[in-house]
């Protein structure tokens, strides 16, 4: 009888494999190395406004969804309209919410940022979409008497009527406001409370 085709492993071929393993598995540790580090360099650019070492970081696969482990992500950091659309324009979730439930466009609003609100929403974000407590960023703008974010907002069908757990709409965080800014807001919301009530 012949002999079988098989042959035993050696050691040698024991530690061929084993230095086999140790590379792949080397490899697998720096790859998540490098995606943890490409990652956090978006997140420091996002914060920092520095479009170059995002782009940078985003090229060599960083991604904009990434998500901190405070809840943050690169979008909902940033704070420069240019770095806003740089994240949007590769992929970042416009309606993503952060750690306390707010979202990017509810961020741009409290920070009276009007060209970040503008590009958010006209990259998706949903201008009714509100903290975990129901409050909007129509209501935001509305307390804080932004007038140019609250007409903004309208302009791209902010729901007027909408409330917070409190039973509050927009209207209400205006109530007993004084100034010009804040009587022009309720104005506005009144009527258009009254249009989407006769609709």
Known sequence: MGRGIHT????????TSFMLINLVLLIAQAYWIWRYATNHY???AAVSGDLRTAEVALRFGASPNYRLPNGETPL??????LMVLTLLSAGADPNVRNATGAT???TAVER??????KILIEHGASVDRGTDSSVTPLMIASCDGRLDLVQLLLSYGADATLHDQRGFTAVDFVKGKRGA????IEQLLKRATTM????
């Open 181 to 184: 800014e804040y009587r022009a």
């Open 112 to 117: 009276g940022e009007k060209a970040t609100a």
């Open 196 to 199: 989407a009530r006769n609709h």
């Open 42 to 44: 978006l997140c420091f």
């Open 76 to 81: 909902t950091l940033a704070r420069h309209p």
């Open 104 to 106: 990017p466009l509810l």
């Open 8 to 15: 035993r492993p050696t050691i040698s071929m024991w530690g």
